[in-house]
């Protein structure tokens, strides 16, 4: 459980980092600023769902035989609903051409991160069999 802690809490910074200069990249190309988005309202939402997601991510790898098919469904969904209530919902006029290639940034790299950190760290801690060096 607590790599899962912490492989959520590293996608979240890396991906939060990335959505954070997606949207100051955006911001100075379409001169939109929004006060909602912000560098602090942006990693924080990023970090949180990385974990989130890491930590279903790791109950599935040990209950499924698929777990990163249901890891890109659930977190495709929950993008898409995000997105959906920002179209829905817009704090502010033409909120949406920010937001939602911020929410496209996270969404790709945490289906690319999450699994592929996590496989590799549970397939390395296969347990019972024993852990020896070349010495023996």
Not at 3 to 16: D, F, R
Not at 114 to 132: D, E, F, H, N, Y
């Amino acid at each position: 459980m607590r790599i899962g802690l912490l492989i959520g809490l590293y996608v979240g910074v890396i991906s939060g980092a990335a959505a954070i200069a997606t949207a100051y990249l955006l911001g100075a190309v379409t001169g939109l600023w929004f006060s909602q988005l912000n560098w602090i309202s942006i990693a924080v939402a990023s970090i949180i769902a990385n974990i989130a997601g890491a930590m279903i991510f790791v109950k599935w790898f040990r209950k499924t035989a698929r777990p990163s098919l249901y890891y890109v469904l659930l977190t495709g969904g929950v993008t898409l609903l995000s997105s959906l209530n920002v179209l829905a919902n817009p704090p502010a006029d033409k909120f949406g051409v920010i937001a939602q290639p911020v929410h496209i940034v996270v969404f790709l790299l945490s289906i690319w991160l999450v699994p592929m950190w996590l496989k590799r760290g549970q397939q390395a801690q296969v347990s019972g069999a024993a852990i020896t060096n070349k010495k023996g």
